[in-house]
């Protein structure tokens, strides 16, 4: 249902921007959120957007990191810049989507996102 692209290996101090597509028979999406995980680490809230672009970031993140959305491509963005070693973890999407089956919480499969020089 939902499809990550965008991750790679970039130096400190890049950008990367990674998409997320939700596919399937999509009647409407509320909240699309990317969460990023660390080797060794818990699973964290990087940036939230709401149906109405409302959007929320994590404090190591903001001013960095830009989340929106595409509502007609289904597909929500997030847009990093100013990388740093510590950005390093795999990006998963997720969001809250109205199907023929009804509402539920879908995740991507995950993106590497790897900082270094």
């Known amino acids: 249902q939902l499809q990550a692209s965008g991750g790679g290996l970039v130096q400190p101090g890049g950008s990367l921007r990674l998409s997320c597509a939700a596919s399937?028979?999509?009647?409407?999406?509320?909240?699309m959120n990317w969460y990023r995980q660390a080797p060794g680490k818990q699973r964290e809230l990087v940036a939230r957007i709401t149906s109405d672009d409302g959007t929320n970031y994590a404090d190591a993140v903001k001013g960095r990191f830009t989340i929106s959305r595409e509502n007609a491509k289904n597909t929500v963005y997030l847009s990093m810049s100013s990388l740093k070693p510590e950005d390093t973890a795999v990006y998963y999407c997720?969001?809250?989507?109205?199907?023929?089956?009804?509402?539920?919480?879908?995740w991507g499969q995950g993106t590497q996102v790897t900082v270094s020089s």
């Open positions: 997720n969001a809250g989507v109205n199907t023929v089956e009804g509402w539920g919480a879908y």
């Open positions: 399937g028979t999509i009647f409407s999406i509320a909240v």
